[in-house]
């Protein structure tokens, strides 16, 4: 199982990207999407979580009300709506999926087994 993230870039404050994780190389759809990011010389930190069926979500209190996950699982593919950036949200974004049958999702890094490599946001001020 593979995840590719893609969809970041240079954008402006007040702006909008969505982030795609790509998910590869898996026949079923049970698992949990996660989104962390990471500055250089700090931890890597939650962004935002949802379900393996899309019913349960959840954001950082730093993006809630401006980013929207969604996910399609017949493609295999799950969306990280960014808006209203802020130059704070500059940092490399990161996808990883936990499997398994819970209807629930992780903030914690450390339970999700397969990560992406990582896209580059950048909001200029």
């Known amino acids: 199982v593979q995840l590719q993230a893609s969809g970041g870039g240079l954008v402006q404050a007040g702006g909008s990207l969505r982030l795609s994780c790509e998910v590869s190389?898996?026949?079923?759809?049970?698992?949990?999407i996660g989104w962390f990011r990471q500055v250089p010389g700090e931890e890597r930190k939650f962004v935002s979580g949802?379900?393996?069926?899309?019913?349960?979500?959840g954001f950082a209190d730093s993006v809630k009300d401006r980013f929207t996950l969604s996910r399609d699982n017949a493609k295999n593919m799950v969306y990280l709506q960014m808006n209203t950036l802020k130059p704070e949200d500059t940092a490399i974004y990161y996808c990883?999926?936990?499997?398994?049958?819970?209807?629930?999702?992780?903030?914690?890094?450390?339970?999700?087994?397969?990560w992406g490599q990582g896209t580059q946001v950048t909001v200029s001020s």
């Open positions: 990883a999926a936990r499997p398994g049958y819970r209807t629930t999702w992780y903030e914690d890094p450390s339970l999700y087994d397969i």
């Open positions: 949802i379900s393996w069926n899309g019913d349960s979500t």
């Open positions: 190389g898996r026949t079923s759809s049970f698992y949990a």
